[in-house]
């Protein structure tokens, strides 16, 4: 168990629909990543938040947005979704901003239908 | 552009014997080289995180090596056990980005 936390665990909707995926990160760490692992594109980066500010981007789209609120959870929002936003997304957790090690939560497997 | 690329895309080799996996990546400018295990299905675990300046790291049975001037990386597992039948990821860290690898399928037969 890494200490990180992320609900719901599965998702199932349709095309069109909005989302949100929340993560809560291990107690202490100030920084929250946001990963998306597909079949055919693998794991890519999309967002970085560092103690409610964000930090770096990734691959992300533009129906896409993050925050990570004052308690430091997490919420991804996912709009306008497309069959091919079915993929695992998780999040990670760090202590420090660049050089950190990353605990990844268990993900949360968005199923668009 | 950058990019990460891993070899070889799978191994099978028996329990006890010792692997090495690399990791070619053309990813700029550099912050740090991650390996990272991932069992099917789960979110991926941190073995080693490697910067500029650092040539070997070991955490176990993992030893991870960095050749910053040719930009290769290599894992090497010692002693396979079972439970090292995973995905081995590489992540290059290029300034604000993380940059994946495709990983390489480890199998580790009795």
């Known amino acids: 168990d890494s200490g990180v936390t992320q609900t719901p665990k599965h998702l199932i909707t349709a095309t069109g629909q909005r989302v949100t995926l929340r993560c809560s990160p291990r107690?202490?760490?100030?920084?929250v990543y946001w990963y998306q692992q597909s079949l055919d594109q693998g794991l890519q980066f999309l967002i970085q938040y560092y103690n409610g500010e964000e930090r770096a981007k990734g691959n992300i789209l533009e129906r896409f947005s993050a925050q990570q609120f004052p308690d430091l959870h997490s919420e991804l929002n996912l709009s306008s979704l497309e069959l091919g936003d079915s993929a695992l997304y998780f999040c990670?957790?760090?202590?420090?901003?660049?050089?950190?090690?990353?605990?990844f939560g268990p993900g949360t497997r968005l199923t668009v239908l | 552009k950058n990019q990460v690329e891993q070899s070889p895309q799978s191994l099978i080799i028996l329990e006890g014997k010792n692997c090495t996996l690399q990791?070619?990546?053309?990813?700029?400018?550099?912050?740090?080289l991650r390996w990272y295990k991932q069992d099917t299905g789960r979110g991926p675990v941190s073995l080693t995180i490697m910067t500029f300046s650092e040539n070997t790291k070991s955490n176990g049975r993992y030893t991870a090596t960095l050749d910053a001037d040719t930009k290769q990386s290599s894992l090497h597992i010692t002693a396979s056990q079972l439970s090292d039948s995973a995905s081995y990821i590489c992540?290059?860290?290029?300034?604000?980005?993380?940059?994946f690898g495709p990983g390489t399928r480890l199998s580790v037969l009795p």
């Open positions: 990791c070619n990546y053309t990813v700029s400018p550099f912050s740090n």
């Open positions: 992540v290059v860290r290029g300034g604000q980005n993380f940059v």
């Open positions: 107690s202490g760490d100030l920084s």
């Open positions: 990670a957790s760090s202590l420090l901003d660049t050089r950190g090690t990353q605990y």
